[in-house]
C-alpha cells in the first residue's frame, strides 16, 4: 500500500486548474490519472494549454517546490517529468519503493 504525504499531488492539480481553464480557451480539459501496482505508482496531470509558449523541463514554484520534496521523500526513487506542448501541459511523477 502507498502512503503520499500530505499535498504531494495538489500541486500538480491546481496548476491544471490554473493554467489549463481559460476563457481563450476553445475546449478546456484536464485529465488525471494515477495507477498503482507493486513496487510502482504513477500519477500523470494533463491539461490544456493557451497562449503561452512551449517550455518543456521548466517549472515554476509549485512544481520546483515538488521536486525538492521528492528529492527529500524519495531520493533516486522517484521521476518527475513534464512536458508543455502548444496546447498541452503534462506532469508525470513515478514514485518506486525501492531504487
Do not use: T, Y
Request: net charge neutral.
Amino acid at each position: 500500500m502507498w502512503r503520499i504525504p500530505p499535498l504531494l499531488l495538489l500541486p500538480f492539480v491546481e496548476n491544471a486548474f490554473k493554467h489549463g481553464v481559460s476563457p481563450e480557451a476553445a475546449q478546456a480539459w484536464l485529465n488525471i490519472s494515477i495507477s498503482a501496482e507493486v513496487g510502482h505508482l504513477k500519477c500523470v496531470v494533463e491539461n490544456s494549454r493557451v497562449g503561452e509558449r512551449p517550455s518543456n523541463g521548466n517549472a515554476g514554484l509549485g512544481l520546483e517546490n515538488v521536486r525538492r520534496r521528492l528529492e527529500l521523500l524519495f531520493p533516486d526513487r522517484h521521476r518527475l517529468s513534464i512536458l508543455a506542448e502548444r496546447d498541452s501541459f503534462m506532469v508525470v511523477l513515478e514514485l518506486n519503493d525501492r531504487s
